[in-house]
C-alpha cells in the first residue's frame, strides 16, 4: 500500500512537471507557427498517453516514458542561455554601466528618449557624470496600469535638488515583442537595467501610456543613499559582462532592488509585498523607509504626479513641478530638506 502511494505521488509530480514543459515550449521554444503550435500539441498527447497507459496498469512503461521526455526536455531546458545579442527594442537596446572616480560617477547609455507613443521616440543615448557628494535623496517611482497588485517601481537619485538619474530594472524586449508576465516565468526575456533622464521615465508613463505614477521620498541617510546608487552601478556593470534571465519573480524591479538593500546592510524582512509590486509603498511604510509625519494614505495621496507630470510635459524644471506638493519636497520645493536616518 505505502508503495503505491508513493509510486503514485512520484508519478504525479512527474505529470506536473511535464505540464509545466507545455507552458515552457509555448513561451520559450523558438519555432515560427504553426510548428510551435505542433510540437506543443504533440507534448499534450504525450502527457494524455502517459497518463493512460498508467491507468490501464502498465506502470513502468509510463514512468519510463516520462523520465525519457522529461530527461529531453530539461536538457533543452537548461541549455537555454541569455545573451546581449539579439534585436532589442530601442528602449533597451543599451545598459546602463558606470565608473566613479574620486566623487564622480560618470553613466554610460543614459536613456533621454522624447516619447511620441509608446513605440515612437526621438532616441537619444547620453554619457552623463554625477557629483556624488551633492546626491541629496533617493525617490521611489511606482508606476501602475489597472492590473490588482500590478506595478512597475523605479528608484530615482537626486543631486542637490537638480539633476536626477531613475534607474529601472526591466524586461529587454525584443523589437515588437510585447511584455507577458507568464511568460516572465519561462525565460522568455533577459534582464535589463536601464539608467534614465526622469522626464523620460516618468513621461513614458503618466503622459504616454496613461498610467497612475506615484513618488514616495525615501527615508534614508546620505552614506546609504550612496552605497544604494553604487550598488546599482555594480549590479548594472556585472549584468553588461554576464547576460542575466528575467523572471517574474526572483529577478524582477523590486526583488533586484530588496537583494541591493539588504546587500547595504539593511536589515530587511521578507514579505508578499516584494511580489505583489503595487503594494511595495505600503511594505517600505511598514519598515519606516518612507518620509516620516504622514499616514500611508496622505502618503499615496499627496505622491501621485501623473496630472501634474502631464501639465509639465516640456517646460523646464520638469523634476521639481512633479514633486510639488509631495511629502518630503513640499516645504522647499525640490531642493532637498532634512534627511532622516531610516
Avoid at 33 to 49: D, F, H, K, N, Y
Avoid at 91 to 100: C, F, I, K
Avoid at 101 to 106: A, D, E, I, V
Amino acid at each position: 500500500m505505502a508503495l503505491a502511494i508513493a509510486w503514485n505521488s512520484f508519478f504525479t509530480l512527474l505529470t506536473v512537471v511535464m505540464a509545466w514543459g507545455t507552458a515552457a515550449l509555448w513561451y520559450r521554444l523558438g519555432l515560427a507557427s504553426p510548428w510551435r503550435q505542433l510540437v506543443v500539441g504533440l507534448w499534450g498527447v504525450l502527457i494524455l498517453g502517459l497518463v493512460t497507459l498508467a491507468l490501464q496498469g502498465f506502470r513502468g512503461a509510463a514512468l519510463a516514458g516520462q523520465s525519457l521526455a522529461l530527461l529531453v526536455l530539461l536538457t533543452w531546458w537548461f541549455r537555454l542561455t541569455p545573451t546581449h545579442d539579439r534585436p532589442w527594442a530601442d528602449d533597451v537596446n543599451y545598459l546602463a554601466t558606470g565608473e566613479v572616480t574620486g566623487s564622480r560617477l560618470t553613466l554610460h547609455h543614459v536613456r533621454d528618449f522624447d516619447w511620441r507613443t509608446r513605440d515612437d521616440a526621438t532616441v537619444r543615448w547620453e554619457t552623463r557624470s554625477y557629483d556624488l557628494d551633492r546626491l541629496d535623496s533617493v525617490d521611489m517611482i511606482v508606476s501602475s496600469w489597472g492590473r490588482p497588485g500590478v506595478a512597475h517601481v523605479m528608484v530615482s537619485f537626486g543631486f542637490g535638488g537638480e539633476d536626477f538619474v531613475v534607474f529601472s530594472v526591466e524586461v529587454r524586449r525584443l523589437r515588437g515583442e510585447r511584455f507577458s508576465e507568464i511568460g516572465g516565468f519561462f525565460r522568455q526575456y533577459e534582464l535589463a537595467i536601464v539608467a534614465t533622464d526622469e522626464r523620460d521615465a516618468v513621461r513614458l508613463r503618466s503622459n504616454v501610456r496613461g498610467e497612475q505614477v506615484s513618488l514616495f521620498r525615501i527615508a534614508m541617510p546620505r552614506q546609504s543613499m550612496r552605497s544604494l546608487l553604487l550598488a546599482y552601478v555594480e549590479e548594472a556593470n556585472q549584468l553588461a559582462k554576464a547576460p542575466r534571465f528575467y523572471n517574474t519573480i526572483t529577478a524582477n524591479c523590486t526583488t533586484l532592488v530588496f537583494a541591493m538593500v539588504r546587500g547595504i546592510g539593511a536589515g530587511l524582512p521578507l514579505d508578499y509585498r516584494l511580489l505583489v509590486t503595487g503594494r511595495l509603498p505600503s511594505y517600505a511604510f511598514k519598515v519606516g523607509g518612507l518620509w516620516p509625519g504622514y499616514s500611508l494614505a496622505e502618503l499615496e495621496i499627496q505622491g501621485r504626479i501623473d496630472q501634474q507630470a502631464r501639465d509639465a510635459h516640456d517646460v523646464p524644471g520638469f523634476s521639481r513641478r512633479i514633486r510639488q506638493g509631495v511629502p518630503g519636497w513640499e516645504e522647499r520645493g525640490a531642493s532637498s530638506g532634512p534627511t532622516p536616518p531610516i
